[in-house]
T-cell receptor
């Protein structure tokens, strides 16, 4: 069975501080992990995917198969980063399972 | 620009009513999905479809059914709405064979069942 766990429902940091949103997964196959973001009054959208190894809006995420984690990190948080963040796992059937989400608030 | 359109942004229905939620995408995507979004529970997959007339159950299909008669349209049906189905419903679509993991979401349909 596949499972995506985001242990923090809420996360609050000050502007300029580092931020890390945690994601752990369980999956018997070869995982593909993603981060999605939903800004206030906007649609849910893809932020980044592990396979691309890219940095988007200053965010990065590394897949750690040993720890079954895919934490999202940014060295210096900005107020516009305040949003709901979802970690997601794609399985062999091409469907996507999401975690419970973490609401990030960046305070001025 | 991919567009996923959910026909109703807000609905209020009574217990026992039949409810139809419609979703249309304009990018010729093979895959379509229905999720419900609840605070503290995140997105939970109800059903998905990878082709016309094909459907697969997700994690919480009970109380729901779906219809995909045309490639661009994926409907979610609540045969007899109940109060515990009050939620935000999100439709999404994606490519099939060339699926990169990017889902394109609609704006959501907020359903309240009284």
């Amino acid at each position: 069975a596949q499972r995506v766990t985001q242990p923090e429902k809420l996360l609050s940091v000050f502007k300029g501080a580092p931020v890390e949103l945690k994601c752990n997964y369980s999956y018997s196959g070869s995982p593909e992990l993603f981060w999605y973001v939903q800004y206030s009054r906007q649609r849910l959208q893809l932020l980044l995917r592990h396979i691309s190894r890219e940095s988007i809006k200053g965010f990065t995420a590394d897949l750690n198969k040993g720890e079954t984690s895919f934490h999202l990190k940014k060295p210096f948080a900005q107020e516009e980063d305040s949003a709901m963040y979802y970690c997601a796992l794609r399985n062999n059937n091409n469907d996507m399972r999401f975690g419970a989400g973490t609401r990030l608030t960046v305070k001025p | 620009d991919v567009k996923v359109t959910q026909s109703s942004r807000y609905l209020v229905k009574r217990t026992g009513e039949k409810v139809f939620l419609e979703c249309v995408q304009d990018m010729d995507h093979e895959n379509m999905f229905w999720y419900r979004q609840d605070p503290g529970l995140g997105l939970r997959l109800i059903y998905f479809s990878y082709d016309v007339k094909m459907k697969e159950k997700g994690d919480i299909p009970e109380g729901y059914s779906v219809s995909r008669e045309k490639k661009e349209r994926f409907s979610l049906i609540l045969e007899s709405a109940s109060t515990n189905q009050t939620s935000m419903y999100l439709c999404a679509s994606s490519l099939g064979v060339s699926f990169t993991g990017e889902l394109f979401f609609g704006e959501g349909s907020r359903l309240t069942v009284l």
